[in-house]
């Protein structure tokens, strides 16, 4: 009964937070009254609802939060944080667009990048905001639609190629607890390409830092995007990630969720294959140690025939982490030609880590081919033998194990210089 | 070089070793040879230091080392070399890098600075070369995608890179065609010196006609029941093991 009352009092405060910051919310009030509604009926989710059985979520927004902050962060702060020399780059700081930060000058021609507060009366905004993520399924994306007031709007124009990647780094900052939703909009049109980065990190923070963070993208007939997240909060960063995609036809997706640190991260990739000739690639890794709790949900909705996606996530869990990777995959009546693949695989370093893995395979057409598998096992004792047999310590025979294990996901990424600073990473961590 | 005294070894509390005394000096070869079961790998393992299995009794020494007493890496890094009998694949590990990884390990334990990249590209071509090893499975992963006689030729050129004291030989002709049987012994011999020793242990004499021994042994029950010179291997394959067998047991 103390968690019911609990999760009210949370309830109680968005409800109040959401009537008395109404005025200021930019965009259409009738969504987010809707919105607010169905968070209101479904509440924080528990240990009840099957999609967040294995975190107590409603435990983690115990006491008190903020739902918004003005705190300052100086380009100096965030030095560190921009890991290309050569990008344009977004700074969001919790949940609010930052101009003063952002590298916003010399944009090319054809791309649009605006904060999200003033870009509803874009015509791709008003097109497409709201369209994929659907308040009714989710409680995060309904607090999140009812909520958000900041983001990026990112529009790449039709037939243009965006060579620079866009990075688009979210810092969360208090020191005191913070509820933050913050939303972004991404549309590539017909036959454009991008490569897009989107890192999460913490500064200064000595309270719980809750994101709850939510994308929408589209990509149209045969626009080609490259999408990679680097979740690299600390103990005080918790973070509810969710993803929607919307392919048309022809178009490729590759996408990348490295998960480093933070004490929580859920990540909800949900990607709807609505064309023909869809070509899709998830790739994840997560390295959890501490007593950080990781949670990888991922969706891939196969509609239309002919189409490729192709899944792959890893993880390494140390000391008393745990991990959970739960992999949906329809395939609908019409799909008929689908190639759908799924693969998970897990080392688990310690005797008290958890990993749960729950691949799911829903088939409704029969001319498909579809797989899914998923092993978890420990460090190869023979492989740290044979290394050491030819003179290397057993740390780094161990590193050079790790190293080997990620580097088929951290292969993908296609930025050299991402995926240099992914391994010096994945070096630091397994010293 | 390597003197073995009365070496005692089981594992899951099975006695495999049951005493065996063996000295081997800078420049020689020996042959050990036995039956399935005999206890030939586990000699192999116990001196490569596989941590599964127990010494109960006995020592090693090497080079006036305690050789017992020293992580499998320590023991690499003094000089000893097993090839595997079965060697690993580990994906995502290149050769090149992982050779450079070990030889840099050991150049560190003897306070060594790294080796210089064109040494070591040197040195890598050079040994490509002795074990007829295609550049390409040099830049693959470790053993990955390897056939067994590929594998094989793959420990001699570690062995080459590595320049080991002692290198043991686990049944390295086992799998092997006679094409690869004689590039195997090939590499071996060109790298046999006075400074160096190196003990085969094989089921079979056919590759002791590539590469000549100096002494052979006879392991039978967990101990060396005969010694004698190469000939011995001839008649071992002649008479089969059964002939020591009914000797031993007379």
């Known amino acids: 009964m103390e968690t019911a009352v609990k999760s009210n009092t949370i309830k109680d405060k968005l409800l109040l937070e959401f009537e008395s910051s109404k005025p200021d919310l930019f965009g259409d009030l009738k969504l987010r009254e809707e919105a607010m509604e169905s968070f209101l009926k479904k509440g924080i989710p528990n240990r009840k609802s099957e999609e967040y059985k294995y975190v107590n979520i409603d435990l983690l927004l115990k006491g008190d939060f903020s739902f918004s902050s003005d705190k300052k962060i100086s380009s100096e702060q965030i030095e560190h944080t921009k890991f290309l020399k050569d990008s344009i780059t977004v700074v969001i700081v919790n949940g609010n667009f930052v101009d003063s930060l952002s590298k916003l000058k010399s944009i090319p021609k054809g791309l649009q990048i605006l904060n999200i507060a003033n870009a509803f009366t874009h015509k791709n905004f008003q097109k497409h905001y709201s369209n994929y993520a659907n308040i009714h399924s989710d409680s995060f994306i309904a607090l999140n639609t009812a909520l958000a007031n900041g983001g990026v709007f990112i529009h790449i124009e039709k037939g243009t190629v965006i060579e620079t990647p866009i990075q688009i780094i979210n810092i969360s900052s208090s020191k005191e607890n913070t509820l933050i939703n913050s939303r972004n909009l991404i549309v590539v049109e017909e036959n454009a390409q991008v490569k897009i980065i989107e890192s999460f990190e913490i500064i200064d923070s000595s309270a719980k830092a809750f994101n709850n963070s939510l994308t929408e993208m589209v990509i149209e007939e045969s626009a080609i995007m490259d999408y990679i997240k680097i979740q690299n909060e600390n103990e005080s960063g918790y973070l509810i990630n969710t993803t929607q995609v919307c392919q048309k036809q022809k178009s490729v997706f590759t996408t990348n969720t490295i998960t480093l640190s933070g004490s929580f991260v859920r990540n909800n990739l949900n990607i709807v294959l609505d064309g023909e000739y869809i070509e899709t690639h998830l790739n994840g890794l997560y390295l959890t140690n501490g007593n950080q709790v990781v949670d990888n949900h991922t969706l891939v909705d196969h509609r239309k025939p002919n189409c490729n996606s192709n899944e792959l996530y890893k993880g390494i869990i140390e000391d008393k982490s745990s991990a959970t990777f739960n992999g949906k995959i329809y395939v609908r009546k019409d799909a008929q030609k689908t190639n759908a693949f799924q693969s998970n695989k897990n080392i688990l370093l310690s005797d008290d880590g958890t990993i749960n893995t729950k691949p799911q395979l829903e088939i409704y057409a029969d001319d498909v081919k579809c797989s899914h598998g998923t092993s978890t096992g420990k460090l190869d004792a023979d492989k740290i033998f044979y290394l050491r047999a030819r003179g290397l310590s057993e740390t780094t025979a161990k590193k050079l194990l790790m190293h080997a294990f990620a580097s088929e996901v951290v292969d993908t990424i296609k930025i050299e210089a991402l995926r240099e600073y992914v391994e010096v990473k994945i070096s630091k961590r397994f010293e | ?250």
């Open chain 2, 1 to 250: 070089m390597l003197n073995i005294k009365n070496l005692h070894a089981s594992i899951g509390g099975k006695e495999i070793l049951k005493g065996i005394d063996l000295e081997i000096k800078a420049g020689e070869v020996h042959a050990v040879m036995g039956p399935n079961g005999s206890g030939k790998s586990t000699l192999s393992a116990v001196l490569a230091g596989r941590e599964e299995y127990e010494v109960t009794e006995g020592e090693v020494i090497f080079n006036g080392k305690n050789l017992l007493e020293m992580s499998p890496e320590d023991r690499a890094r003094e000089g000893v070399f097993l090839a595997f009998q079965y060697p690993v694949e580990i994906p995502g590990v290149s050769n090149v890098n992982f050779l450079k990884t070990a030889i840099n390990e050991i150049r560190a334990y003897k306070g060594l600075t790294p080796m210089e990249a064109k040494d070591f590209l040197a040195r890598l071509k050079e040994k490509q070369k002795l074990v007829e090893l295609d550049g390409k499975l040099a830049n693959r992963s470790v053993n990955e995608g390897f056939s067994g006689g590929e594998k094989k030729r793959n420990e001699i050129f570690q062995m080459a890179m590595l320049e080991p004291k002692l290198a043991i030989l686990d049944e390295t002709d086992s799998g092997l065609d006679i094409d690869a049987l004689r590039i195997v012994a090939n590499g071996v011999n060109k790298l046999k010196s006075k400074e160096n020793a190196t003990i085969v242990i094989t089921h079979y004499q056919r590759l002791l006609d590539y590469i000549i021994p100096d002494v052979v042994h006879i392991l039978y029950d967990g101990r060396i029941v005969k010694s004698g010179p190469k000939e011995l291997a001839l008649e071992l394959e002649e008479k089969g093991y059964d002939f020591i067998k009914e000797e031993v047991n007379a």
